[in-house]
Each structure stands twice: as C-alpha cells, then as structure tokens.
C-alpha cells in the first residue's frame, strides 16, 4: 500500500534556486534557511520517499489567461523546465509517475474536485526549487507528480477547498495498491507581494507555521481577501502549504522548521512534517 | 474603473487587460524577447494592445499597466526583458 511519510513546505522565490545552482549556500544572508535543510536531507535518506507529489502554483509558465484551471495535476512521463523571462535554463527533465497520477485523478474526480489533467506540463520553477532544496544536487531520487493551484487569475479556490484538496489527495494516496513511499511538498509563500519590498508579515507567517503545525482549520477561516490582506497577494501561495497539510492529516511531529526574513523579499519559510504515527 | 488590488478579483481587470497579459506571457520565449526589445510598439500592436497600453508598456509604467488590467505574474515577464538585455 502507498502510504504518505511526510510533508514539506517551503518557500520558491527563484533567488533560491540560483543561489543553489551556485553552490553559495553559505554565502548569503539567508544562510540559515539552507542550514534548515541538512536535518531535511538527514530524514530523507532514512525515508527514502520514491514519489514527490509537489502542490505549487504556477507563475504564467505552463498555464496562460486563455486556459487557467483552477486545480491541475500532471498525468506525464516527464516534466520539462523552460524559460520563464530570465533565459534558456540548463535542460532539465523530472521524471513522472503516471499509474500513481491517474489513480490520483480518479480518485479526486470520484470525490468532486474536477481536475484538469495535464499530459504534458512545464515545471514552473515553483516547483523545481522545492526539488532542488530537496536534492540540492540536482539529482533527484523520486518521480514527480506536479498539482497547480491557480495563483494567477482571481477567483481563487478558498483556503478551506485547498485543504480538502488536500485530504482527498491523501486518501487517493492511500488507495493505491502500489507501495510507493509518497512526500508531499507545500511550495509557496509566506508573505510576500511580487515586486512590492515591504509586504512580509512575520508575525502572521509565524502564527501560520504554528497553524499549519496544531489547528490547520484555523487557517481555512480566513477568506482570500484576508490573506492578501494579511500577507500580501502572493501570501496566497499559503493555500499550498494549507493542501500539504490537508493531505498529511492528524497530528504531526515536525522534523524541522525555520523562518528567514528576508529572502529576497520573502518571508522565507520552511517545515517538515510527519505523520506522528510514523 | 475602479482601482484593482492585486491578488484579488476586479471586473474591470478580469473584462481588460487580456491582450497586454497575452504579450507579456509571450515574454517567456527568448525570440520573443528579442523581437519585443528591438521593436517595442510594433510588437505589442502585434498582439493588438491598444495606443493607451503600449504607451504604459514602453513607459514600464507599472501603476497604469495594473490599472489597463496587467496581472503581476505576466508583468513580472516584462520586468524580465530589461534585466536579459543588462546580462
Ligand atoms: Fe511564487
């Protein structure tokens, strides 16, 4: 049986990835955040997840405003990165998980949360920075299942409908007769508004990691307008945190957690979570 | 009009701001930025802006390319233009 071994989420802001693809992690300000990540790598190698289902929003890569859905998964081989604006990167390929997608899919579908199902979908940097924190080499381990959240175009789906994507992701997961060892990856936020310094919050960032860990339902009672609000208009990239939650439900143990402020001009956040039962 | 707060929902944003949103999101392949960068106006007339977005475009005039309907995740792709040129 699949079985869920833990939950992730993280901050994506592109300086991080750069700033991996350099090797200056210990060389700049927000050293610490990278410093946050070798109990990480510690608890992976002794869990050794196969399978990264990774809930990101997308940042106009793969989806534009002629077709934006509200929740896509990814049903692919493969996930290709491409240029964002900044230039060609390096090739980069993360390979999929296709018979754990469509059960995913099915599953969702049967529960009412009618996806868009992607056969091909570039890999916005949103989630392949969480990747790369991950397996800061590059090489990663584990197949991939992308899940956007629409950050883009507003209406956006309610903190309350992302956690319970997440709880049906989770039973999908559950469900799944392969016995794959699944991690759940939460990319996004905390507070920040893009291209706007001055729009992070750390006391809401703080109390919402403290949600995230005790009384995640608290979090669901916030309405959209609130968060932006709060946290800036991309503080909702928050809904991605509030899904891995949803999908590793009960009560955790948290492997390791820091806040950095700033990264870039980010509340930089990170937190590991398992299933206390694990 | 009234004035669109990023991140949440404006009428007015979501009815404009389609075609500037189109060519920003064109930003994201580097022949187009090329393209973009050696002719600004007849690029965005490609992509049928109309005169009052094309001046706020060549402006980089973020407050008025919010106000025409820009969303931030696509003007952030015309941020981009400039810092490839500056590499
Ligand atoms: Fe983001």
């Not at chain 1, 927000?30 to 990540?37: D, G």
């Not at chain 1, 990480?40 to 990774?54: F, G, N, S, T, Y």
Request: with cysteine; hydrophobic share 45%.
């Amino acid at each position: 049986m699949a079985r869920i071994v833990g939950g992730l989420g993280t901050s994506h802001v592109p300086m991080i990835g750069r700033t991996i693809a350099a090797a200056k992690q210990k060389d700049v300000p927000f050293a610490p955040f990278f410093e946050a990540y070798v109990p990480v790598h510690e608890w992976l190698r002794k869990m050794r997840p196969d399978v990264a289902i990774v809930l990101y929003n997308d940042h106009g890569l793969n989806f534009a405003l002629d077709n934006m859905p509200t929740f896509a998964i990814g049903a692919a081989h493969h996930y290709d990165n491409a240029d964002e604006g900044w230039g060609q990167p390096e090739p980069r390929r993360f390979r999929g998980a296709p018979e754990l997608s469509w059960h995913i899919i099915q599953s969702l579908v049967a529960d009412e949360f009618d996806m868009s199902v992607c056969r091909e979908m570039l890999f916005d940097h949103a989630g392949i920075t969480a990747l790369d924190l991950l397996f800061p080499d590059h090489d990663v381990p584990v197949t991939t299942i992308p899940v956007v959240i629409n950050a883009v175009q507003p209406p956006l789906p309610t903190a309350l409908r992302c956690y319970k994507l997440g709880q049906a992701i989770g039973k999908a997961v559950a469900s799944f007769a392969g016995d794959s060892r699944v991690l759940i990856v939460g990319s996004g936020g905390l507070s920040h508004e893009l291209g706007v310094f001055g729009k992070i919050n750390e006391p809401f960032d703080r109390l919402t990691m403290d949600r995230i860990e005790h009384d995640p339902i608290a979090l669901t009672r916030y309405s959209n307008d609130e968060i932006v609000d709060l946290a800036g208009a991309q503080g909702l990239e928050l809904m991605t945190w509030l899904a891995m939650r949803g999908a590793v439900e009960g009560p955790v143990n948290v492997i390791n957690s820091v806040y950095h402020a700033p990264i870039s001009h980010t509340g930089g956040a990170m937190m590991l979570i398992a299933p206390a039962a694990e | 009009m009234t004035k669109p707060q990023p991140g949440k929902f404006n009428l007015d944003a979501a009815l404009g701001g389609y075609a500037l949103n189109k060519m920003c999101h064109s930003l994201n392949r580097a022949e187009n930025r090329v393209a973009f960068a050696s002719d600004e106006r007849g690029y965005c007339a490609r992509y049928g802006l109309g005169e009052e977005e094309i001046a706020a475009v060549v402006a980089r005039d973020k407050p008025r390319l919010f106000e025409l309907g820009g969303n931030m995740y696509f003007l952030a792709k015309l941020d981009r233009v400039k810092k490839v040129e500056e590499i």
